[in-house]
């Protein structure tokens, strides 16, 4: 259980789920796939509503199915109408949410149902330690998901364009990128073809939640 001893000190952090991708590499509509009985992005969903974040945004397409099966109590549910130009909209959609009420905006993959709140709350005291800093998780030299904007660079995020979330700013001159190491392995698995999620389903179905 996670230690809320020091909820004062944390800096106001909101988690961002993208879940209005197009799912082009899969084929079909990855985030409603069953996992351990739920639908993929609803056991992020889940996490990030377990953790210490102070809100929670998820991004969902105008029209989809998504809107009946999941489970939303609790968070902000914002439409990403342009989603055709790519995953820049709906990253745009959920920061222009949140973007003035805000210290940091964690960015969550829809696809990573095994991210636990352990982990985002981790992310989000280091965040809080130095809230000035982006954040990422790193195990073994691989940088994964979800990742941590603070507000002072909210206005260049709103200028990207294109099939790419926050990326392309971390090469961006005085950018200062703090990285968090993590155990587990839910920032480093994601499920972009029909191949991960039935190597999703062979690794992970059968162990506890």
């Not at 981790?122 to 790193?138: D, G, K, M, N, Y």
């Not at 990128?177 to 392995?185: D, F, K, M, N, P």
Request: aromatic share 6%; glycine share 8%.
């Amino acid at each position: 259980m996670a230690d809320h001893s020091f909820k004062q000190e944390i800096a106001i952090t909101s988690g961002i789920i993208l879940a209005a991708g197009k799912a082009t590499r899969m084929g079909r509509d990855k985030l409603s796939l069953p996992f351990r009985g739920k639908p993929m992005v609803q056991h992020v969903i889940d996490a990030a509503r377990a953790s210490q974040l102070s809100n929670i945004t998820v991004v969902l397409p105008a029209e989809s199915e998504l809107h009946s099966i999941l489970d939303l109590e609790g968070c902000e549910v914002v439409t990403s109408p342009q989603r055709d130009k790519g995953q820049a909209e709906s990253f745009k959609a959920g920061l222009r949410n949140v973007k003035d009420r805000v210290q940091g905006a964690m960015f969550f993959l829809g696809d990573q149902p095994l991210i636990e709140p352990e982990t985002i709350d981790r992310l989000v005291w280091a965040f809080s330690q130095e809230p000035q800093c982006w954040v990422a998780p790193i195990q073994e030299g691989m940088r994964g998901n979800p990742i941590t904007i603070p507000s002072g660079w909210f206005e260049r995020a709103l200028e990207l364009e294109g099939d790419t979330g926050a990326r392309p700013l971390l090469a961006a001159p005085g950018l200062a990128l703090r990285l968090v190491r993590i155990h587990e392995v839910g920032p480093f698995i994601d499920v972009d073809t029909e191949h991960e999620y039935q190597q999703l389903l062979e690794r992970y179905e059968k162990r506890s939640a």
